[in-house]
């Protein structure tokens, strides 16, 4: 899939600092045969934050096809 076009096509369903918290949403949703999408993105540059603690530095923001948002919000 065109990296451009994710937002056209899947709405973001959950977002963390923690890439575990992440990796057990996406194991939840794919167990019901959601396919999910992971981008991630450096808090620092969209908040212009100086001194921020490493732990929050990256953010994480998953992902699911429009048509199985609904589910996938109940499931996780």
Do not use: W
């Not at 100086?50 to 699911?64: M, N």
């Not at 948002?69 to 996780?76: D, G, R």
Request: charged share 20%; net charge negative; aromatic share 14%.
């Amino acid at each position: 899939m065109d990296a451009c076009f994710y937002f056209l096509t899947h709405r973001c369903v959950f977002s963390s600092y923690s890439m575990e918290t992440i990796k057990s949403k996406v194991r939840i949703l794919e167990e019901h045969g959601i396919k999910t999408l992971l981008k991630s993105h450096n808090s620092n540059q969209q908040t212009g934050a100086f001194g921020q603690l490493p732990e929050y530095q990256i953010a994480y923001d998953l992902y699911v096809p429009n048509n199985d948002f609904e589910l996938a919000k109940a499931l996780i």
